[in-house]
């Protein structure tokens, strides 16, 4: 491999480094491309002499850093739920060797037949992972990096995606709409929260069902917000019913497991739905920023329907109808009537 690619230096770096790895030894000629990653990292497969093969990360500093990866794969690990094994590791070089969870993510296999038994594996490694929460093993998702998120959709969505200026009256508006959204995200419980816990970092298992990647950013927050990432995936719809049936599901589950979810169905959707607001409103400034910044166009096409998760909720509470008036003037469409729970 390293004859194909002359110019990247970082993957000679990488052979070298898994040719001393005595332990766990692997043939460094093998090494091939595994995924791909909205940030700076890379993953490659490489097999083993024994036969097998594992997964190599490149986290290149000093844009990434590889040891919360290895911290919050120990914290989520010794919880009970199916992450890597970390086999080796050099943090100042920004490598890691992991243990292999397969090349099926949920979005690859996911249909009608499939769906019902994936997410509800999905929804009981997330309880689980929530059981086991400790408040002071993550850094806290506190209102300024709730509110930092937000901001990327006014940058980002607004100012650089379609160009548009928001008036003061405007922008006194969405103000008044992200205090809204706050204020319910800081109530609700806090545990453990993977942050992008949705189809493609979701991996299919025989035993063990989900493998869970892509961890390296959880915080400790609010207690709804993994289940939005799942139910309401940029990158999969599901009909509103099949959404509401596997959120009373995990409701259930979560009470039954002594989890401080709303005591009520109707609170809880309405906390699940504010969250999943903030959420959409910072992956669209996300999706514009890949694009905008990076030259990542392929977020574009997931765009849509994000934004038509936005404002099928914002239309169902008064605090948030500012926001689709204020996305049907940016985007010069017909208003829509809504209602309120």
Known sequence: MSSESPHDPRLHLLQAWLSTQKAVPVLTDTLRPASADASFRRYFRV?????????????????EDVRPFVHVAALFGSAGVSVPDVLAQDAEQGFLLLSDLGGTTYLDQLDAETAPALYLDAIDALVRLQVHSTPTDLPEYDRATLLRELMLFPDWYIGKHLGATLTPAQDAELQKVFDALL???????QVWVHRDYHSRNLMVLGQGNPGILDFQDALYGPITYDLVS???DAYVEWDEELVLDWAIRYWERARRAGLPVAPDIDSFYRDFEFMGVQRHLKVLGIFARLYHRDGKDAYLKDLPLVMAYTRKAAGRYKPLQPLLRLLDVLEDSAPQVGYTF
């Open 183 to 189: 204020a319910n995200n800081l109530a609700q419980a």
């Open 47 to 63: 097999d083993t002499t024994a036969g097998g093969s594992l997964i190599v990360m490149d986290a290149p500093p000093p844009q």
């Open 230 to 232: 799942l139910l309401r």
